[in-house]
């Protein structure tokens, strides 16, 4: 209910109602209280149904449900047509502070949840992701094991080698959600390596 209207509300029209609209529920990432939900969702009413995608984050510090949103980002950058049967592309979310991460496979884009509809998209064919405690990591099959420095004003890719007091807890979380056994030395040679 929470998406929904937040979902409407994000779109300028006239008339119909938030009944109308068919949501989908992508991706979830938690972090320090707060989760940030992927959502998509199409106007059933319209003629030419368009497709689009948000961020909803919701505080979720304490045991009970959220009453409300924290915010609701648009990513009208991701909106496509909807064919009659066709089902949303299935991208994926990771959160960082103030960042939040949508990947599939043409690419990640990256958006800023505090500021509101500052937003990137890096190209790129993006397999999974995973993150450090100070970064987010992407596999890449162009360019392997990627991170995404958060010191700068806009994320940029930092292609640097992972010391190995970082590589074991890297792993482990590349191996969740890559679903695939990584040593930490085939994660660093995977971040060294030029194929």
Not at 33 to 38: C, K, Q, Y
Request: with cysteine; proline share 6%; charged share 15%.
């Amino acid at each position: 209910g929470l998406c929904r209207e937040a979902v409407w509300a994000s779109q300028p029209r006239t008339e119909g109602s938030a009944a109308w609209l068919r949501l989908w529920l992508l991706d979830l990432s938690v972090e320090q209280g707060r989760a940030t939900v992927l959502v998509a969702a199409v106007d059933q009413n319209s003629a030419t149904p368009v497709l689009q995608y948000g961020l909803a984050t919701l505080r979720v510090s304490s045991p009970a449900p959220p009453l409300s949103l924290s915010s609701f980002t648009p990513l009208p950058g991701l909106a496509s047509v909807l064919a009659e049967g066709e089902e949303p592309r299935q991208y994926k979310v990771v959160s960082m502070g103030d960042w939040a991460y949508v990947y599939g496979r043409e690419g990640v884009t990256t958006v800023n949840i505090r500021e509101l509809g500052e937003q990137e998209r890096i190209p790129g064919h993006i397999l999974g992701a995973g993150r450090t405690d100070t970064a987010p990591l992407f596999f890449s099959s162009q360019h392997g094991v990627l991170s995404l420095d958060l010191s700068s004003p806009a994320p940029s890719l930092d292609h640097s080698t992972l010391d190995t007091s970082m590589a074991a807890d890297t792993t482990a979380r590349l191996s969740e959600s890559l679903n695939c056994s990584v040593s930490a030395k085939g994660l660093q040679d995977l971040t060294m390596s030029e194929s």
